[in-house]
């Protein structure tokens, strides 16, 4: 049985990376998808569109132009879609650059976030599944993270404010019965990652020949975690959220296996055929020494599984990356 088979999804967000990967897996499940999109630019409209080009060409995509704060807009496309759920991407993403606006961080992924949960409400939707992120555990000595930890203390804007969404959406649930997952993604790589990441930024580096900064000794780690293994969380998760029941969770999506620093570079010299020059760079502020997901949560809720081994995965993404022009 299809799940998803004329399922009315709207994705906010899905011109980005995450997004228009789940667009094109919930589409080509019979699907019906609507995205809410506004072409922020942190990273150039071109990329956004060719992420949507393979939606557009099939049965049962729309898109909607627009912003997530804009309350009319969004209560109109509630009214005209009608969403059987809700995959809330949209978002102003990445550590580092909610250090230089961090008042827009917090309007778009929080003021953002609470728009949407009001026109859930007020139209009677019931499935709503929240993009959070890895940047809510802060600095933990204690690994692997798990959703019981306490999360009162991210050391960004950005992770602040994906707290507070998480905080938000339990609101919502509490109030309005709307079933929530809030799922924690744990730095997400793969064809069309955004450009401000890592491993993007460094593939680019080296593929020109340049040296990779190294912030801090090298040995800061991530659980990098392949966005086709994201893909089935999210899709697990909406399913999920399908029962009768109200239902609130916290999950972990993670690959559970942290790559430290020097060990992505060294890889990465692996892939391109020869070792990369690297320059040391003081430790940034905002960054966490290590992220490291306990994911059996979700693997026991959502039918999560960890699947793409980073080798494999890192391979294909330069694959895709020497075919890109802009890098
Ligand atoms: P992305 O930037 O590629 O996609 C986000 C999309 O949201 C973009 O297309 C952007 O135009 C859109 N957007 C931004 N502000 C908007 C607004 N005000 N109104 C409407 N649309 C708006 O990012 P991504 O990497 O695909 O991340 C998707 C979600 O996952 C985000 O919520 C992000 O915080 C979260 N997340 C991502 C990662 C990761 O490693 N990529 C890790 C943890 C959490």
């Given amino acids: 049985m299809n799940d998803f ?32 999109d506004n072409f922020d630019p942190f990273y150039p409209r071109a990329s956004k569109e060719q992420n949507l080009a393979f939606c557009r060409s099939l049965p049962g995509f729309s898109l909607v132009e627009g912003d997530l704060r804009d309350a009319d807009l969004v209560g109109r496309l509630f009214g005209e879609f009608r969403p059987q759920a809700v995959v809330h991407l949209a978002a102003r993403a990445g550590v580092r650059p909610s250090l230089d606006d961090p008042a827009l961080y917090a ?18 939707v019931k499935n709503f599944v929240f993009a ?6 802060g600095n933990r000595n204690t690994v692997p993270f798990r959703e019981s930890d306490n999360t009162d203390f991210a050391v960004s804007p950005y992770g602040a404010t ?24 744990f730095t997400v790589y793969g064809p069309r990652q955004r450009p401000d990441l890592a491993i993007r930024k460094f593939v680019r580096l080296a593929l020109a020949g340049e040296s990779i900064p190294v912030f801090g000794d090298g040995t800061t780690r991530r659980d990098y975690t392949h966005v086709r293994d994201i893909l089935t969380g999210i899709l697990g998760a909406i399913r999920w959220g399908q029962s009768p029941e109200p239902r609130y969770g916290i999950f972990n999506l993670g690959s559970s296996h942290p790559i430290e620093l020097r060990e992505l570079i060294s890889l990465i010299g692996d892939c391109i055929g020869h ?6 760079l003081p430790f940034q502020p905002g960054d966490v020494v290590q992220t490291f997901a306990d994911s059996s949560l979700a693997e ?3 039918g999560f599984k ?15 990356m020497k075919q890109q022009t802009e890098g």
């Fill in 5 to 36: 088979n004329t399922l009315r999804v709207l994705v906010t967000g899905g011109a980005g990376f995450i997004g228009s990967h789940l667009c094109e897996a919930l589409l080509t499940q019979g699907a019906k998808v609507a995205v809410l």
């Fill in 107 to 124: 309007d778009v992924n929080v003021r953002g976030t609470t728009v949407l949960l009001e026109a859930a409400h007020l139209t009677g």
């Fill in 132 to 137: 959070s992120s890895s940047s809510v555990y």
């Fill in 162 to 185: 994906k707290k507070a969404g998480e905080v938000l959406c339990h609101s919502y649930h509490q109030v309005y019965g709307i079933s929530t997952a809030c799922l924690r993604f």
């Fill in 275 to 280: 070792p990369v020059e690297t320059k040391s």
């Fill in 300 to 302: 026991q809720e959502l």
């Fill in 306 to 320: 960890h699947d793409v081994n980073f080798r494999d995965g890192l391979k294909d993404f330069v694959a895709w």
